[in-house]
């Protein structure tokens, strides 16, 4: 695990999975995020203040959401957000929570989304499971090297 690691409620399997996000992505941090801008837990090398970047963030895609009704359509799930020096990938992670992504311009693109959107799915699916040897067992029996190789088209996720 990374040094600049820190988890507010004490569940360990989500730590891992953003440990690994950092790990396969070569990303800054990652983030997760409640719906009502309390960071939940957190890991990377960054150094940001990470209470006014949860605060925000929870605005950001609330006010992203209200635009989708607005233009009829349910959500928009995920967002990134492009700088000189450093981007950022938001997306849901389960119902109510958020997986923020900060990554450098020297990472890809592409391969931020490739891995957030399955890591989204597993984030969720841990926040959302009382059974915390699901995630434990998912990585021990995950290969990464095959990310993208399930049904789903991969243009969904680029």
Do not use: C
């Not at 890991?43 to 607005?70: C, M, N, Q, Y």
């Amino acid at each position: 695990m990374y040094e600049e690691t820190n988890n507010h409620y004490g569940d360990d399997n989500t730590q891992i999975l953003l440990d690994r996000i950092i790990e396969e992505t070569g990303s800054l941090g990652a983030f997760l995020v409640d719906e009502s801008g309390f960071m939940i837990a957190e890991s990377g090398p960054i150094e940001i203040d990470r209470v006014a970047l949860s605060a925000l963030i929870s605005a950001t895609f609330g006010a992203t959401g209200e635009v989708a009704k607005i233009l009829g359509e349910p959500d928009f799930s995920r967002l990134t957000h492009h700088g000189i020096n450093k981007n950022l990938y938001i997306g849901k992670a389960g119902s109510s929570h958020i997986l923020l992504i900060v990554f450098g311009s020297d990472t890809n693109l592409g391969l931020v989304k490739l891995y957030a959107e399955q890591f989204s799915q597993r984030l969720g699916k841990a926040i959302e499971r009382e059974n915390g040897n699901y995630i434990e067992d998912y990585l021990r029996n995950s290969n990464f090297s095959s990310i993208g190789d399930d049904d789903e088209d991969i243009t969904d996720i680029l």
